[in-house]
């Protein structure tokens, strides 16, 4: 008999007992549910950030998502050869997958900010990120094996019955856990940690023996390696966002919170002769210019008020710019004014800059305010207004598009008492002259005859509406006894009616309904952040 005088190779596992028993094989099925749960968060945040950052949710899902779906499938595949070292390959698997997991909300943000490659740098985050999590399920089909034998059947039952309620409760921590609590970049940061800490925990207990004294070194040193740059990035979070939000604005932040609903963010800049000019930001999209602002205010109520005026709905218009103008007519009785974020109205209220614009507007008693989505407030509604004012963000998103619908219009007409108004905000004629038209025509749809006109508003460029009643189309006049006013008079409504030929109504156009948004596609093809 001979004795081999080589030295083994310390990388190589080293023979040893395999695991057993109940409580290795939790312990396994526990990784898997912890890991399936990251995973899921991992693909959440990018789709958010995406939808906070571009406004697309249906865009930004579906590339997210089918890249990571084809990744996972590249990677399942990738994990073949690795198996002899199941061990250390899921270990390692894990600790670059909690790495890039963890920072990828923070690198997507700053390639936004300050590189303008978002769309390059999600691509390939996606797939990345889509492999790791592909090579996990093999490698852990493996570990389970080694501990107790089954058949291939039972073993796939086993795993997937962990990962998919991983998934489950991963998908409900995000939105109700993670976001509110920590924020996007700080959740997918902690989530991280997490993961790297089921991974390694997993191999260093369960599967220690199998692993060389080297190869266990290494793993310690790397995870130690993770979890120090991902609590560096945790505990430097605030800063950088603070730091990468300012990057996308030219005036300094004055203001900035992430709601429920969107990023709300407030610009103030300073000239040397001591204008000031306030911005309002949701989700990036310019909203007001404290500079011009009342000439799409004025353009949006006042020629709405040429006629009965007693009650007065606005939908949207949380910044309470569009009601300082209503409560200008003393002859109007009472004000409901539906905005979807509380947030908004608090900015309004209480945020001096935007209060001294609407001259404190909600302190009117004639004023009652709604925290509610203007679509389902419209359908429990049984009163019955004089004037309704539409003033609701860019339809760029679904949460926004159903707010240009033929369903949401009929659920206006219905709530338009005899001989109301009403004014719809219609983006520009100019940027956007398909979704511009497309509102007509969607409006029309729903029993509201409407007269198209535009005006200048310096920040936005030119802007369009769609004032119209549910009768013939209305006259676009200013009404009898008018406060005076900035920018328009009777000459100016008569001329913004008057379309050049580049500009002039699109025959044809098919109206945007709830099952077929065409809106969504033209607003996103056309509308820029002005």
């Known amino acids: 008999m001979s004795v081999s005088t080589e030295p083994r190779d310390e990388t ?30 991992y693909e959440l945040a990018l789709v958010a950030l995406g939808s906070y950052l571009i406004g697309d949710t249906i865009g930004q899902a579906s590339i997210v998502l089918s890249l990571m779906v084809f990744a996972m499938g590249v990677g399942a595949l990738a994990a073949k050869p690795l198996q002899r070292w199941a061990a250390a390959a899921f270990a ?13 909300v923070l690198l997507l943000y700053a390639a936004f900010a300050w590189v303008g ?59 109700f856990l993670l976001l509110p609590l920590f924020g996007q970049i700080q959740g997918a940061l902690l989530v991280g940690m997490l993961n790297a800490a089921a991974g390694l925990g997993l191999v260093l207990t369960v599967f220690r023996r199998e692993l060389s004294k080297r190869v266990r070194l290494v793993l310690v040193a790397a995870s130690a390696l993770v979890g120090g740059v991902l609590l560096v990035a945790y505990v430097f979070a605030d800063d950088f966002e603070v730091t990468a939000r ?36 949701l989700n990036g999209d310019l909203q007001f210019s404290s500079v011009d602002e009342y000439r799409y205010h004025e353009a949006l109520v006042h020629p709405a008020m040429a006629g009965p005026r007693s009650r ?85 998103s679904t949460a926004t598009a159903k707010l240009y619908s033929t369903e949401f219009y009929a659920l206006v007409r219905h709530a338009m008492a005899d001989g109301a108004r009403v004014n719809v905000q219609a983006g520009s004629p100019y940027f956007a002259p398909q979704a511009f038209w497309c509102i007509e025509a969607t409006t029309r749809a ?55 030929p580049d500009r002039r109504r699109i025959p044809g156009m098919e109206p945007s309904t709830l099952m077929h948004p065409t809106i969504l596609s033209y607003a996103q093809g056309e509308w820029t952040n002005y």
């Open 446 to 500: 729903a029993g509201i005859s409407t007269v198209p006109y535009e005006v200048s508003v310096p920040s936005f460029g030119e802007w369009g509406f769609h004032l119209g009643t549910a009768g013939a189309a209305p006259p676009l006049e200013l009404p009898a006894g008018a406060p005076p006013l900035r920018s328009l008079d009777a000459g100016t409504l008569r001329a913004a009616a008057e379309f050049p």
């Open 12 to 41: 190589e596992p080293a023979a040893a007992p395999r695991p057993r028993g109940r409580l290795a094989r939790t312990a396994v099925l526990v990784a898997v549910f912890v890991c399936a749960a990251c995973g899921l968060v």
């Open 117 to 175: 490659l978002y769309l390059p740098a999600l691509i390939v985050t996606a797939l990345v990120l889509g492999a790791l999590i592909g090579a996990e399920i093999p490698l852990l089909m493996v570990l389970l094996q080694r501990i107790r034998k089954q058949d291939a059947g039972s073993a796939v039952a086993d795993l997937f019955a962990a990962d998919y309620v991983g998934g489950l409760v991963g998908g409900l921590a995000f939105p």
């Open 312 to 396: 007065v709905l606005v939908l949207g218009g949380g910044d309470g710019l569009a009601l300082r103008e209503v409560l200008r007519y003393p002859d109007v009785q009472q004000v409901t004014l539906v905005e979807m974020d509380p947030a908004v109205l608090d900015l309004a209220r209480e945020d001096p800059r935007v209060a001294g614009l609407n001259r404190h507007a909600f302190d009117d008693p004639r004023v009652r305010t709604v925290s509610a989505d203007a679509f389902a407030w419209l359908r429990d509604n049984r009163e019955r207004y004089d004037v309704v004012l539409v003033d609701m963000p860019d339809p760029d």
């Open 246 to 281: 300012q990057a996308l604005y030219a005036d300094p932040v004055v203001h900035a919170e992430r709601t429920d609903y969107q990023d709300v963010v407030l610009t103030e800049r300073v000239s040397l002769s001591g204008r000031g000019d306030t911005r309002l930001f």
């Open 92 to 104: 390692l698997v894990e600790l670059v997958l909690a790495l890039l997991g963890g920072l990828s």
